[in-house]
């Protein structure tokens, strides 16, 4: 449950012009898994350790000197998080009472974020929605609790972003599972196009692209998202050319 220290010298390292998320184990929509410790509460007493636990995250960091601009409350959000108590979205855990139950969850991790800091200290709550095509879902996360979403999309990402940001404030887009060719030089055009698009969202409503696990390199015995074809480095771990596109479009 002390994974987190591991952003303090990443934090210090950016002058904490960075993101992380809160969370100590693998999240994604397929595994969204109650940490041991909590695994026996009720809802109540989740509601209040996930609150307390992120104000504790926050405080330790800032103790350190490396508080977040950015925080992410879950990961890859879109079946839920914390399951059982906090699944949405499947048989059995697709009323009003499971969404509600979701949604207290998801507010505690926010509220421990604006207990542990101040006005001045400008640090964002972002939502990391799995379901970037889904602009109705988007919406929903967004109206629940998010200064940011980031919308992880796997397709071609560009009309999503631009559906989404004529309808809500900053969306941040992350760009998953590519249309364009498989090469280095397809992911280097996927990112100067996506870019392009985000900076033309009107009102400035586009507030970057993040990158989803560019070190995804291919690994022996390993499964790697994307049989390590999608990372941003080769197998000798060079840069490859989108990364620099992120910089310079």
Request: aromatic content about 6%.
């Amino acid at each position: 449950m002390e994974g987190y220290l591991s952003a303090i010298p990443l934090g210090k390292g950016a002058g904490g012009d960075t993101a992380s998320r809160i969370r100590t184990f693998g999240a994604d929509p397929g595994h969204q898994v109650t940490p041991g410790a909590w695994s026996a509460l009720d809802i109540g007493a989740l509601e209040v350790t996930v609150g307390a636990y992120t104000s504790r995250v926050l405080d330790t960091l800032r103790a350190h000197g490396a508080l977040l601009r950015i925080v992410a409350v879950g990961n890859e959000l879109g079946a839920s998080l914390l399951w059982l108590l906090g699944r949405i979205g499947s048989p059995g855990h697709d009323d009003a009472t499971a969404y509600a139950r979701f949604g207290r969850l998801l507010r505690a991790g926010t509220r421990g974020v604006r207990n542990a800091t101040t006005a001045d200290d400008s640090v964002r709550v972002r939502i990391h929605y799995s379901g970037g095509a889904n602009t109705a879902g988007t919406q929903w996360f967004y109206n629940l609790v998010a200064d940011r979403i980031a919308v992880q999309s796997r397709r071609d990402g560009r009309r999503d972003v631009l559906s989404m940001a004529r309808r809500m404030g900053p969306v941040r887009a992350i760009p998953g599972t590519m249309s364009w060719p498989a090469t280095a030089e397809g992911q280097r055009l996927f990112v100067r196009d996506l870019l392009v698009t985000v900076a033309s969202v009107p009102n400035q409503r586009g507030a970057g692209v993040h990158r989803w696990y560019p070190e995804a390199v291919e690994v022996a015995r390993l499964d790697v998202w994307g049989g390590g074809t999608l990372a941003m480095f080769d197998a000798a771990g060079s840069v490859l050319p989108a990364a620099g596109a992120l910089k310079n479009p």
